[in-house]
Structures are given as structure tokens and as C-alpha cells.
């Protein structure tokens, strides 16, 4: 058992913040918060408390969108939308991980990376590559971390040198989730990359496998205007782009996280809420592919589950704090341009976003409420805080000015996880 | 003179950088630029040469809109629109700058962080205060930055704790003009809040002072719909937002940066050209106020001149390479959510106008042409440099996931600028 002692800030609901100004999280063997007090109960009056002072203490973030295999690519070749982008900049990227040295330079620098900003738990597109995949696994095992890694499926429209066969595609996942079986907190997605990458037969075996080994599921949804024209034709049959995921078994049939949705309405909107499925929020990524805004508020209102991205290297960054700076701008920028019909998000909904819903597709992840897991970040943030800020305050001060440099300490499931090595 | 070597990088004209791998610049005594370089001239052949290496050397961001006495609300307080939030946040903080003791605590952090993100020249808004103004242009001058101060005239719809008579507003604009009289580097411009805060006899006499003395001119337009919808009601006899200005001779009559200028358009848009107004491009600021996305792209169109602010602190840092960053993002918003009319911003258009067009505004500066004030920041990029990107790729890195670590060097007017002392 451990008990740390600071000013702890979480969001059990969207809509407020619970702060303990000097509060406590006891938190169990197991890595699983016990519970958060105001004052520490009699029971525990003989124990160690590690005191963090006046640091603020707060859930890790978690990103459900994020491209290992584009690290390079992380702040330039941002001038084209998203299809010329692909085949411009991404693919030939991509093709490069068939390189286990590669893989293992860059794949380092990402786990770095996403440790850096304090990201803790990720849903991660690989490449078509099995041993770079598993080794992703294996970095992300060693350094402490959790999440998910998809072995992606291209089988069409994408160059030859990177593309797999259907067996490929279900054997490779087959690969990681048995490479991943024993690492606690690593688990094999089902990773079409998305419908214009995936033949019919390609979307069916990939369905099938996701249903059943009961995996989770991972793709993009709606992200640009061209995207959806395409799918449109690429699936006469489907009345939407989500459809066409139904219609193959990977929308909701088992967890799924659908990427973008910047243009999701309808029909397609209906889908996600009955079926569950996520949307994750990339705004980032939308603003600098001019995708799009997605409509945020609309989600929450109608029931659909919302998590954010970091997308890189589409988005420029690994910060999720900083998606939760651009998750507040662009609803903003969607309730003016739109005639203000639909509220902007508060920021404790936004952080809500980052760290429980985001977290509850790991399982209980994301807040401190008793059972959840203890991913946690320290800031110590006194060179933000000259003026006697209201905690709360501090943390809006954090998110828009602060950066890796106040973050002095992240745990993931109750360990300590110093930085992981990369190599020079 | 000077000579310096480096990754140079410049934008002489807004269509692309001009790039000397590893090439040299000649600053001259009067801290100007003789020339740039690819290879040194036999002239200089016996002269020292300061190397930075593989290091990136660029000119200096410049900030044309900054409120320096909302500093301590950077990053909070950004729940409510432009009107609303004036009143509930922005005016009860600039009240506090009548205590000197307060504004020096205050300014000397504003100072600091400017120079600390590579801003050697801004364009800035003090408060109603001539004692805490002129405080500021000390402050700037002891650091050896540069830029305009302005004294804020504000006599109707705002507290009676922060309101100035028409005299206040004329003697404090001269006493900061006499009292900056002798700085190289700074001087007075004339400052209207916005036509909502000033009766027309202040706005008249204003106008009057700006004409009479040369002096250029700083203030607000069409940020948001409620604040041009009040300034139609206010003043009826103008045709638009802007040509309340131009009645009242702060317009174009002597240089002037109008800010936002969100919704501009038609006549308003027409009379900017006409007259030279900057429009000041504040999309940080805009996206946290919901205030809306600014037609960049019309502008450049039609020959109005823009430059960058970052608009502390509805905008939520000094950084005007995080404002070049949302340039290009919102330009793409703008792009994707208006049919793709107006094509978006390239990098070097975007960095032209935190350069050259910004810089502008204060003589010869934003460039390494030559007789340009050398001002300019040295990167070292190493940490983000690690697979051969070319030079230019660099810079964009450097923008989209830099910050002030990697500066390393600093000059305003050719002399190198040390950190600026805070008050602890």
C-alpha cells in the first residue's frame, strides 16, 4: 500500500472537478486506488506518507489515436489533406518498419515520447509489419505502460510495399495478441486501417477474428469530405461509412474506436450511440489536415462515448493536455460558426474526456474513485503559480502554459515509471 | 561588426524561405544587417567568425498585439465571450496596475516572457495608469527589447475604477511619448480600447493627438458579432466598424494595427486596403474566446498588410511561433469549412508575417536583408534533429514542437539580450 498526499484533481462526472486541496489516494497492492480522502482516516494514521508538498496530483492522460510508425513525420508535411498526405508522406514512412533496426530507433523515441508528455495508456496503430509490432509491444511492456497495438490490414489502394494478404493481416494479429498474452497491461486491436485500405475479404476476416477472440477494434471514420466520397463508392452497399464497418462486424459488435468523425451525422451518429462506439476526438490532427471540426458537443449529448487522440503524426504533438487546449478551442470555434446551437465544452468536461472516458476502454482507468487504476501525474507547476491561483486554476494554467517540465512523476497502475531509454 | 555563422533562414518574400546551409551574416555596429552569405567574402577573410554550429539562425518573432496587464489571467478565465469576459476578468485585473508595486511584479514577468519565447519587439497595450506605463517602457528598455507602449484611453462602459478622463488620456499618451523620448528602441502609440470603451470625445481627441504628433495608432476591430452589433448601435453615422476610426482619424491616417478584424469585410475591408491598416492576426486568442476565424487569406489577397499577435491573455501564451502554428491550422479551417475558396497559409507565409510583415511596423526589421535591424534567435534543434531533416523541416519542427529550450541566443538591434530579472 502506498499513500500520497497533494492537491489531487480528477472528474468522477464531466461536470465538476473534485479537488482536495492537501488530500489524500491510498492506493493498494494491486496498483488500484483504494480511495481519496480530505482528511486520512484513523486506520492509516501509523503509515508513510509520501508527500508531494504543494504539487498538484491528477489522473495520466491517455491517448486512443496515435500512429507509432509516423514518429518521424511528428511537425512537417502538413501541407496536403489527408489522401495525398497518406501517399505522399505517410506510406513511404511506413514502409520502413520491415527494418527491425529502424523500428527499434523510432519505436524507442515514441514510447520516450509518449511517456514525456504523461501519457500512460495508448491505443496504437502499428504497421503491416509482425516482428516491428511485437517489438512495439515489448517497448511498451518493458517501460511500463499500457494500451493497446494493432497490427494494421492494407490489402488495396496503398503501395505493394506496404500491403499484406488477408492471412497476413489475421495472422500478424493473431502474432501480437499471443506475443502480448503475459504483458499486464498490453493487449493485441484489431486494426483495419481503414475502408479504402481494406478489400471486402480483407473487412470480413478481420471482423471475424475480432469476434472470435473477442478483440477490441480500431479504425478512421469521416475524417474528410474526399474520405467519405470514396467509401461511397468503395461500398455501394453501405447506406454510411460506419455501416460498412457494421455491416463487417467491427462497429460495436466488440469495443470499438472510430477515429475522427469529423462529418458523422444521421444515420451514421445513430449507429455509434446505439452501438457504443467511440469517438475519438483528433483535433489536432483535423486542424492541421484541414479535416475538419467534429461535433463534440453533439456526441455527449446524444450518449455516444468520446475520447481524444493525439493522432500523430497527423497531429503535431504527443501532449494530450495539448488536445484538451484544442478539444475547448474547436467547440468553441464549432458553437460560433454553427450559431451557437450547441454549447462549447467546459474544461472539466474536456479533461473528463482525456482521462476517464478515454481510460474506461482500458477498463477502470482514468479517474481516483475507489477500484480505478492509479494513473497518475505530479505537476509541479510553482513557476506557473506566482499569485495564489485557486487549484483548479492551476491546472487550466498547466494545461494552456505548461508542458513535460512540471510533470515530475507518472505512474501507471500504481508504479513509478522513470523514463524510458531510447537510443541515441 | 559581427559575423555570424548558421542554418540561416529568412523569408524576403512571403512565397519561400532563403535558406544558407551553414552560411554567414555581417551585422554592422549599428546592430544592422550588411548582408547574408552563402560563402564569406575575401573582405572579411581576417575577421572572427561566431559559430553556432549546425544551430538554425532566424529572425526574431514580433508580437503586434499583447495586452501586457492581463499577464497573471494567461490561461485562465476563458469560459465567456469578449464582452462578458472584459467585465468579469479582463477589467477588475487591469484595475490593479494603479499599484505600482503590483505593476512592476507583473510587467517585469511580462518583459521576461517575451523575451524568453523570442519576441524582441511588440506592439502593447498597458492600462489607463501613466506611472505603471511608463514603468512598462522602462522595463523594455532596460531589457533591450523593442516595440510600442500604449497609454489605454477608456472613458464610457467600463468600470468607474478603470476609466480616464479625454485630458488623462491625452497627458499620459504625451507623458509616455516624452518619457520615451530618448529610448532607442521604444516609443508611444496612440491606444483607443475600443470604440465601445471611448466617447467620441475621447475618440476625437485621440485622433487629433496621433495626427498632430506623427503617432501611430493601436486598437480593436470587429473581433466578435455582439461587440460590432453594440458599435453599430453607438455609432450610427458610420457605415461600419472601421469607418468609426477612420471619423475619427485612426484609421490609416498615421500607421495603425487594428486587431482580430474577424468579420471584416465589404466596405470595412475596402477602407483597410485603401488606408494601410494592419490587420493584426490573433488566432489563439480568437479560438479562446470563440471569437471566430479571420479572412488571412482575403487580406494577403488584396494587398492589406497582417501581422501576428498573440494577444495575452485571451490569447494563452507569448509564443509567436505557437500563433504561426494556428495560423496555418485556422487558414485550413477557414479552407475546409468555406468550400476551399480560399486557399490556406504555406509555412513561409506564415512566418513571413511574424517577421517582415510584423516587423514592419517598427522600421526595417523581420528580415536579413540588407540595412534590416539584426534581430534575430538562435535554435539549437539537436534534440529534435535526429534523422537527417533538411533545414526547412527543422524550422517546422522546431515550430510545431519547440519551445524556449531550444533557444539559445538572442538579439534585438544587433546586441545579444540576456534574460530579463523578475521579482520573485
Same mark, same amino acid.
Given at each position: 500500500?502506498?499513500?500520497?498526499?497533494?492537491?489531487?484533481?480528477?472528474?468522477?462526472?464531466?461536470?465538476?472537478?473534485?479537488?482536495?486541496?492537501?488530500?489524500?489516494?491510498?492506493?493498494?497492492?494491486?496498483?488500484?486506488?483504494?480511495?481519496?480522502?480530505?482528511?486520512?482516516?484513523?486506520?492509516?494514521?501509523?503509515?508513510?506518507?509520501?508527500?508531494?508538498?504543494?504539487?498538484?496530483?491528477?489522473?495520466?492522460?491517455?491517448?486512443l489515436h496515435?500512429?507509432?510508425?509516423?514518429?518521424?513525420?511528428?511537425?512537417?508535411?502538413?501541407?496536403?489533406?489527408?489522401?495525398?498526405?497518406?501517399?505522399?508522406?505517410?506510406?513511404?514512412?511506413?514502409?520502413?518498419?520491415?527494418?527491425?533496426?529502424?523500428?527499434?530507433?523510432?519505436?524507442?523515441?515514441?514510447?520516450?515520447?509518449?511517456?514525456?508528455?504523461?501519457?500512460?495508456?495508448?491505443?496504437?496503430?502499428?504497421?503491416?509489419?509482425?516482428?516491428?509490432?511485437?517489438?512495439?509491444?515489448?517497448?511498451?511492456?518493458?517501460?511500463?505502460?499500457?494500451?493497446?497495438?494493432?497490427?494494421?490490414?492494407?490489402?488495396?489502394?496503398?503501395?505493394?510495399?506496404?500491403?499484406?494478404?488477408?492471412?497476413?493481416?489475421?495472422?500478424?494479429?493473431?502474432?501480437?495478441?499471443?506475443?502480448?498474452?503475459?504483458?499486464?497491461?498490453?493487449?493485441?486491436?484489431?486494426?483495419?486501417?481503414?475502408?479504402?485500405?481494406?478489400?471486402?475479404?480483407?473487412?470480413?476476416?478481420?471482423?471475424?477474428?475480432?469476434?472470435?477472440?473477442?478483440?477490441? @477494434?480500431?479504425?478512421?471514420?469521416?475524417?474528410?469530405?474526399?474520405?467519405?466520397?470514396?467509401?461511397?463508392?468503395?461500398?455501394?452497399?453501405?447506406?454510411?461509412?460506419?455501416?460498412?464497418?457494421?455491416?463487417?462486424?467491427?462497429?460495436?459488435?466488440?469495443?470499438?474506436?472510430?477515429a475522427h468523425c469529423c462529418?458523422?451525422?444521421?444515420?451514421?451518429?445513430?449507429?455509434?450511440?446505439?452501438?457504443?462506439?467511440?469517438a475519438v476526438h483528433c483535433p489536432?490532427?483535423n486542424?492541421?489536415?484541414?479535416?475538419?471540426?467534429a461535433?463534440i458537443?453533439?456526441f455527449?449529448?446524444?450518449?455516444?462515448?468520446v475520447a481524444l487522440g493525439?493522432d500523430?503524426?497527423?497531429?503535431?504533438?504527443?501532449?494530450?493536455?495539448?488536445v484538451?487546449?484544442y478539444t475547448?478551442?474547436m467547440s468553441?470555434?464549432?458553437? @460560433?460558426?454553427?450559431?451557437?446551437?450547441?454549447?462549447?465544452?467546459?474544461?472539466?468536461?474536456a479533461?473528463?474526456l482525456?482521462?476517464?472516458?478515454g481510460?474506461?476502454?482500458?477498463?477502470?482507468?482514468?479517474?481516483?474513485?475507489?477500484?480505478?487504476?492509479?494513473? *497518475?501525474?505530479? @505537476?509541479?507547476?510553482?513557476?506557473?503559480?506566482?499569485?495564489?491561483?485557486?487549484?483548479?486554476?492551476?491546472?487550466?494554467?498547466?494545461?494552456?502554459?505548461?508542458?513535460?517540465?512540471?510533470?515530475?512523476?507518472?505512474?501507471?497502475?500504481?508504479?513509478?515509471?522513470? *523514463?524510458?531509454?531510447?537510443?541515441?
Amino acid at each position: 500500500m502506498k499513500i500520497y498526499r497533494a492537491n489531487i484533481l480528477f472528474t468522477p462526472t464531466p461536470e465538476a472537478f473534485k479537488v482536495l486541496e492537501h488530500g489524500y489516494v491510498v492506493v493498494g497492492d494491486d496498483g488500484n486506488v483504494v480511495d481519496t480522502y480530505q482528511t486520512l482516516p484513523e486506520q492509516y494514521a501509523n503509515e508513510r506518507v509520501i508527500d508531494f508538498g504543494d504539487r498538484l496530483l491528477m489522473p495520466a492522460m491517455n491517448d486512443l489515436h496515435v500512429h507509432a510508425p509516423q514518429y518521424r513525420n511528428l511537425g512537417i508535411a502538413m501541407d496536403l489533406e489527408l489522401l495525398p498526405w497518406l501517399n505522399a508522406y505517410t506510406f513511404p514512412e511506413e514502409t520502413k518498419y520491415k527494418d527491425i533496426g529502424y523500428a527499434e530507433k523510432m519505436y524507442r523515441r515514441f514510447v520516450r515520447d509518449l511517456w514525456k508528455m504523461g501519457t500512460m495508456r495508448a491505443a496504437i496503430f502499428a504497421t503491416i509489419h509482425p516482428e516491428a509490432t511485437c517489438l512495439l509491444a515489448d517497448l511498451l511492456n518493458e517501460a511500463g505502460l499500457g494500451g493497446m497495438v494493432g497490427l494494421v490490414g492494407m490489402d488495396r489502394n496503398g503501395p505493394d510495399t506496404l500491403s499484406n494478404t488477408v492471412e497476413e493481416a489475421v495472422e500478424g494479429t493473431k502474432r501480437v495478441m499471443e506475443h502480448t498474452k503475459n504483458m499486464p497491461l498490453i493487449s493485441a486491436i484489431v486494426t483495419p486501417r481503414f475502408i479504402p485500405s481494406c478489400t471486402p475479404e480483407m473487412m470480413t476476416a478481420l471482423g471475424e477474428l475480432a469476434n472470435e477472440y473477442k478483440l477490441p @477494434v480500431q479504425s478512421h471514420l469521416s475524417e474528410n469530405q474526399s474520405e467519405i466520397a470514396w467509401v461511397a463508392e468503395l461500398e455501394p452497399e453501405s447506406t454510411c461509412y460506419g455501416d460498412a464497418y457494421l455491416r463487417y462486424n467491427m462497429f460495436g459488435q466488440t469495443p470499438t474506436l472510430m477515429a475522427h468523425c469529423c462529418y458523422t451525422s444521421g444515420e451514421e451518429f445513430e449507429l455509434m450511440r446505439k452501438n457504443g462506439v467511440f469517438a475519438v476526438h483528433c483535433p489536432t490532427s483535423n486542424c492541421n489536415l484541414g479535416s475538419g471540426i467534429a461535433p463534440i458537443r453533439r456526441f455527449l449529448s446524444a450518449g455516444v462515448p468520446v475520447a481524444l487522440g493525439s493522432d500523430v503524426s497527423a497531429g503535431s504533438g504527443f501532449s494530450i493536455f495539448r488536445v484538451i487546449h484544442y478539444t475547448l478551442q474547436m467547440s468553441k470555434m464549432k458553437w @460560433v460558426h454553427g450559431g451557437h446551437k450547441e454549447a462549447f465544452l467546459s474544461l472539466s468536461e474536456a479533461f473528463y474526456l482525456a482521462t476517464k472516458s478515454g481510460g474506461s476502454f482500458f477498463g477502470k482507468v482514468g479517474s481516483f474513485e475507489p477500484g480505478y487504476a492509479f494513473d *497518475a501525474l505530479v @505537476v509541479d507547476d510553482s513557476d506557473l503559480n506566482f499569485d495564489n491561483y485557486s487549484i483548479q486554476h492551476r491546472l487550466e494554467r498547466y494545461i494552456y502554459l505548461g508542458d513535460d517540465r512540471q510533470l515530475t512523476h507518472r505512474f501507471c497502475q500504481g508504479k513509478e515509471i522513470p *523514463a524510458p531509454r531510447i537510443i541515441e
